[in-house]
């Protein structure tokens, strides 16, 4: 044994609820063994999750720190460690380490500002805990307004919270799109970027953007366009990641490693990163 | 100062040896060098250095981190750190001696790397003064001082005797050891020793390296360098360099199933591997250019942005020995510093 903590050593979490929520994307339910939160976080601070013998994987954390009964995670099936969850029922046992990174600035720089949440897909998954964070505390935060968008109305994650918690908070606008027409769905169509635009929305608002790297770079683009400076916006990255803690390597981007100097960036300060990410 | 003869060099490997694994630089078969550990009739090399740097001592190419025990939905972790015992690194060069202060600073900074941080702590190491630097040798450009290196004792090997000073707490215990294998000398062998390595570092070929083109900030002038196309093209990614590197301390974690259980253990890594990067879902350097440039603007542009302008590399030459192509940081240095580093 050593004297020193080990961050790379996990605790055990067993996922106590898993929601499916689109075709592609479920949201795990995470406690302890003796049912508690595996550990405090902020809005956008990651954990490493692990099957044993099958790998471990970097997730944002989806619910908000003011849930202080467990922690959920919506994670998109794609590579080995999301597919062998997604195939997880509740009861199973996984592995826990966290939290990593740096969250969003939800109490200093984002108090008293307007907020404008705009996520593609999964995308939304960080943001949801930033979401449901200036949510708990209201009174804090001006004019919330939340554009999301994804393929289909079948693929808009957390779509229920929306529409009956989100959308019917006051002073709380949701403008939700989907690329492509569909039966049943009377909202608009389009993708993200271009929503946007035509909301045309006042430039006294601080942006936080989550989503595909396309989505992340038309929406910048279009922000900047309508008067925008990059000070006020906001995105999380992903990268691929090991340790978490700036050692392995593996998510160096210049001088900054996306696990502890990211994942949270203001936009000006990626401008100052090779065009790497 | 303290020395020995020569030929009492095993007498004192031995005395060593009764408190602690030592290893040091001993002839492979195959005529190179590597750190191994002594044992009775086991010869110290006299090469100049070893393929491999002694970081394997201290962040091995493998090593098991924790175990798991899984049964139906349940997890068992099982922390399988395990006690290190002293051990003492004898021989250890003066590059390689400072390529652990820049691994200290990856891995002994919070979150301390517990794995590491144990073999630093009771790991002892006797740097080794050098007499007959290589034309690949290029310490000096990184301000390394090859005839007096640091570590925990430094050594001297003359013609007739082995010179020891001891310069920390762990490096006066163990000379404290070999009190009566030494004696109290004074230090003008040592001395003529330094002056006439001193000048021959000078005359070295690669003695004029200029690192003034590289260090933190310089990522906007060297990042889009129109001569990362050509000094890549060759790279065939094998990732030599980066084994035979000192400094170089990416890794990768993967979990193994014994049938019995499951091991998850770290390996080398290397950023001029393709995998590197790779996720589900994309990868952000997708061409061997884009890795190659990620390894030396680390070694000098981003390592020193984070690190007082410290270089991630210590000029050991191991590179520019190994690399199939010829390829190698000294080259990549002349060609973006400019004229002034020819």
């Given at each position: 044994m050593s004297n020193y903590e080990e961050t790379l050593i996990p605790q055990v979490g067993v996922i106590t609820d898993v929601r499916i929520d689109t075709p592609d994307i479920k949201t795990f339910r995470v406690v302890t063994l003796d049912g508690k939160k595996a550990f405090d976080h902020r809005p956008g601070q990651c954990a490493m999750l692990s099957i044993p013998g099958v790998g471990e994987a970097m997730f944002s954390i989806?619910?908000?720190?003011?849930?202080?009964e467990y922690m959920e995670f919506s994670i998109k099936k794609c590579g080995c460690v999301t597919e062998w969850l997604h195939q997880a029922e509740a009861g199973q046992q996984i592995t826990i380490r966290g939290p990593y990174g740096k969250p969003f600035p939800v109490d200093d720089v984002f108090v008293g500002k307007n907020l404008l949440f705009i996520a593609g897909g999964v995308g939304l998954a960080p943001l949801r805990s930033v979401i449901n964070y200036v949510r708990h505390y209201r009174d804090r935060y001006g004019d919330i307004d939340i554009v999301y968008g994804s393929r289909s109305k079948d693929d808009l994650l957390d779509y229920k919270e929306i529409i009956e918690e989100w959308a019917t908070d006051a002073g709380v606008k949701v403008h939700l799109t989907i690329d492509n027409p569909q039966e049943g769905w009377d909202g608009h169509v389009g993708f993200v970027p271009n929503y946007v635009k035509e909301l045309g929305?006042?430039?006294?608002k601080t942006a936080v953007l989550c989503g595909p790297p396309i989505m992340i770079k038309f929406t910048l683009e279009g922000l900047t366009a309508i008067g925008f400076d990059k000070t006020q916006i906001y995105t999380t990255l992903e990268l691929r990641m090991k340790c978490g803690v700036g050692k392995c390597g593996r998510c160096n981007v210049g001088a900054k490693y996306v696990c502890k100097d990211g994942p949270v960036f203001r936009c000006d300060e990626l401008d100052e990163l090779p065009d790497e990410y | 100062m303290r020395k020995c003869s020569l030929n009492a060099v095993n007498e004192v490997f031995a005395e060593i040896a009764k408190a602690a694994k030592l290893y040091l630089p001993v002839d492979q078969a195959d005529g190179s060098a590597a750190f191994k550990e002594w044992e009775n009739g086991v010869t110290w090399s006299s090469a100049l250095n070893t393929v491999k740097s002694p970081k394997d001592l201290f962040f091995p190419q493998t090593e098991d981190l924790m175990a798991f025990k899984t049964e139906g939905k349940s997890i068992e972790v099982i922390d399988t750190r395990r006690e290190v015992e002293d051990f003492v690194v004898f021989g250890v060069r003066a590059c390689d001696v400072k390529s652990f202060e820049i691994l200290d600073r990856v891995f002994i900074k919070e979150p301390v790397d517990s794995y590491y941080a144990s073999k630093r702590e009771k790991g002892v190491i006797v740097a080794l003064a050098c007499t007959k630097p290589s034309e690949?040798?290029?310490c000096t450009a990184f301000g390394i001082c090859a005839e007096e290196p640091c570590g925990d004792v430094s050594a001297w090997k003359t013609e007739d005797a082995l010179y020891f000073r001891a310069n920390t707490e762990k490096g006066e215990a163990l000379m404290k050891r070999l009190e009566a294998l030494t004696e109290e000398c004074g230090e003008d062998a040592v001395n003529a020793q330094k002056e006439k390595t001193a000048q021959i570092m000078k005359k070295l070929p690669l003695a004029k390296l200029d690192t003034g083109a590289f260090g933190g900030g310089k990522t906007e002038q060297l990042f889009n360098a129109p001569e990362w196309d050509e000094l890549s093209s060759a790279c065939l990614g094998c990732g030599t360099c980066t084994f035979v590197c000192p400094t170089c301390q990416c890794y990768d974690i993967k979990d193994f199933n014994t049938g019995n259980g499951v091991i998850r253990y770290r390996c080398w890594d290397s950023c001029m591997y393709s995998e590197f990067t790779k996720m589900a879902h994309g990868n952000n350097r997708l061409t061997q250019k884009e890795r190659f440039r990620q390894r030396f603007m680390h070694k000098l542009v981003y390592y020193p942005e984070n690190n007082d302008g410290l270089f991630s590399c210590v000029g050991c030459g191991r590179c520019l020995a190994k690399c199939p192509i010829s390829m190698n940081i000294v080259k990549v240095m002349k060609k973006l510093g400019g004229k002034d580093s020819e």
């Open positions: 989806t619910s908000s720190p003011t849930n202080e929305f006042d430039t006294n | 690949t040798c290029f």
